[in-house]
Structures are given as C-alpha cells and as structure tokens.
T-cell receptor
C-alpha cells in the first residue's frame, strides 16, 4: 500500500527566513504530486503539481517554488518568507494512470510565519 | 462565481439522522468528483469518489452525481458524533498531461449527541 510522509509537522519561522518542506511517497512509482496551501478558514489552493522528475507546473505566481529531485520526493521552498505564507501545507499524490483519479493527502505541515 | 460551491454551514443534525451535504460545480469538463472529510487540525481524508451519474454507496455514505444539473451530494446515514467535521467537495479534470482538482471551501457538519 502507498504511504505519504511530510515533514516537519509544524514550523515557526521569522519573516525573511528560508523555507524547505519535504514530501515523500512510498509504495508507488511515478506518481503525480501536488502541493496545496490551506489558509485559516479558507479552501485548498493548488500551488504546484508535478508529473515527473524535474517537471514542475506552477498554479499561482508567488513567493514559493517547488522541485522534484527524485521520483517520489517533492519539495516546497522559499528564499524569504512573508507573513502571508502562513498556513497548512499539504502534499498529495495520485497514481499516474488514465483511469484512476483518486488523490490522497499527506499529514500536512502547519507553518506560522512571525 | 466559484468553480465549486458548498454551503459553509454549520449543518447540525441529531445523532442517528441523515446528513445531506451538497455541492455544485461550474465546469462541465469536470470528470470526477470527490468527498473529503477533514477534522480540525488534520489533513483531508478521501471518503467517497464518483465518476458516473447516479448513486454510489459505501457503508453509511452515499454519493450522488447529476452531471446535467452539475450537482454532487453526500448522504451520511445514521450520523454519529464522530462524523462531526468539515466535508470538502472536489472536482477533477484533465489538464496539461495530468489531472487537477478544484476544491470547495467545505461544509462544517455537527452531529449532536
């Protein structure tokens, strides 16, 4: 069975500091990977998605970037955090098939920028 | 108009009753439809998905899809206090060689003991 991990679980960072959040998936190959942000009291906003190593698509131009250095690893980064970057960051995956569309989320990272 | 709309609630139902959660979507190109349950402070958990018009049942949950009306619903029978959570509706569609999902803002359900 597949498992998705995210770390750290919680993070408190000062404004202007860098950020690196990591997501890994076990038990599958070549998954589609996604980064979402959920701000307090708001819906899920798709930030980035990836269909393979080194392939990143950005949904919303902003202070963040993503990378996929390995097949089952997805990293979300920032060089300088803003207060508005605070939120619940969720990594998700789905099988890379044409007929299965279910998407599953990791446990999330709660980021507070102070 | 939001792409996926849900009533934010809270929807309060007594224990043992049927909870009915509704969702509408605007893009007729949407192909797949999902319900996630999210407890406070936790990540969303997939509880139901439906791809074809009609009903799909899984235990106490029934998902209903009407593509002509662009409407998806989730019924929870014999509601329990443990069902109290926010329920997110999501629609999926193919794009740029992958699949993208648009989420509603969720309906908060309270099951009263």
């Amino acid at each position: 069975s597949q498992t998705i991990h995210q770390w750290p679980a919680t993070l408190v960072q000062p404004v202007g500091s860098p950020l690196s959040l990591e997501c890994t998936v076990e038990g599958t190959s070549n998954p589609n990977l996604y980064w979402y942000r959920q701000a307090a009291g708001r819906g899920l906003q798709l930030l980035f998605y990836s269909v393979g190593i080194g392939q990143i698509s950005s949904e919303v131009p902003q202070n963040l970037s993503a990378s996929r250095p390995q097949d089952r690893q997805f990293i979300l980064s920032s060089k300088k955090l803003l207060l508005s970057d605070s939120g619940f960051y969720l990594c998700a995956w789905r099988l890379n098939t044409g007929t299965l569309y279910e998407q599953y989320f990791g446990p999330g990272t709660r980021l507070t920028v102070t | 108009q939001k792409e996926v709309e849900q009533n934010s609630g809270p929807l309060s139902v007594p224990e043992g009753a049927i909870a009915s959660l509704n969702c509408t979507y605007s893009d007729r190109g949407s192909q797949s439809f999902f319900w996630y349950r999210q407890y406070s402070g936790k990540s969303p958990e997939l509880i139901m998905f439906i791809y074809s018009n009609g009903d799909k049942e899984d235990g106490r949950f029934t998902a209903q899809l009407n593509k002509a009306s662009q409407y998806v619903s989730l019924l929870i029978r014999d509601s329990q206090p443990s069902d109290s959570a926010t329920y997110l509706c999501a629609v999926g569609r193919p794009t740029s060689g992958t699949y993208k999902y648009i989420f509603g803002t969720g309906t908060r359900l309270k099951v009263l003991a």
